[in-house]
T-cell receptor, first 107, second 114 residues
Framework: TQLLEQSPQFLSIQEGENLTVYCNSS?????LQWYRQEPGEGPVLLVTVVTGGEVKKLKRLTFQFGDARKDSSLHITAAQPGDTGLYLCAGNTPLVFGKGTRLSVIA | DAGVIQSPRHEVTEMGQEVTLRCKPI?????LFWYRQTMMRGLELLIY????????DSGMPEDRFSAKMPNASFSTLKIQPSEPRDSAVYFC????????????FGSGTRLTVV
């Protein structure tokens, strides 16, 4: 089983700050996906990265896939309280998920 | 589309009782997945179906767990008998293989076994 390690496990920041969370593996993935999960709801797909070195932007969120396709990062610029949630990376078929980074943005 | 629909949203049952969780996937999706989420273990895949056929049930923890998909619009996950350690949030998700594999999740069923 290909494992995905996410860090940090918890992150609490003030509104307006920038942050980066990481997703790492010792295995190569053909693609990785990022999901956000809000309390009481299921995960929602944010993005899929496919090519090594690929960078995708979704408003204030920037996703990067490592050159070797073993890792990925999510950078949030000027975090807002609405960004609060559990951020999960996932890969493989069927999807295997990391344990996530629980982000709290305080107004 | 109403999305993936799960019922019930919450279930509290006594140890030893039978529990049935239900899922209606998105119409036209050909894959259906059952996951279990706990704080300790995160999201774990239990079983998945392709065109109503079970493909891999190696994630089902014990024989007490069973899943069926009698048609393209309905699936059940049954636990019999239930135990306190089964307490978790159970998610159903569906996907369309031709769309690159992104999963659409339901809102989950929070199961508490006392």
């Amino acid at each position: 089983t290909q494992l995905l390690e996410q860090s940090p496990q918890f992150l609490s920041i003030q509104e307006g700050e920038n942050l980066t969370v990481y997703c790492n593996s010792s295995s190569v993935f053909s693609s990785l996906q990022w999901y956000r999960q809000e309390p009481g709801e299921g995960p929602v797909l944010l993005v899929t990265v496919v090519t090594g070195g690929e960078v995708k932007k979704l408003k204030r969120l920037t996703f990067q896939f490592g050159d070797a396709r073993k890792d990925s990062s999510l950078h949030i610029t000027a975090a807002q309280p609405g960004d609060t949630g559990l951020y999960l990376c996932a890969g493989n078929t069927p999807l295997v998920f990391g344990k996530g980074t629980r982000l709290s943005v305080i107004a | 589309d109403a999305g993936v629909i799960q019922s019930p949203r919450h279930e509290v049952t006594e140890m030893g009782q039978e529990v049935t969780l239900r899922c209606k996937p998105i119409s036209g999706h050909d894959y259906l997945f059952w996951y279990r989420q706990t704080m300790m273990r995160g999201l774990e895949l239990l079983i998945y179906f392709n065109n109503n056929v079970p493909i891999d049930d190696s994630g089902m923890p014990e024989d007490r767990f069973s899943a069926k998909m009698p048609n393209a619009s309905f699936s059940t996950l049954k636990i019999q008998p239930s135990e306190p350690r089964d307490s978790a949030v159970y998610f159903c998700a569906s996907s369309l293989a031709s769309r690159g594999g992104g999963y659409t999740f339901g809102s989950g069923t929070r199961l508490t076994v006392v």
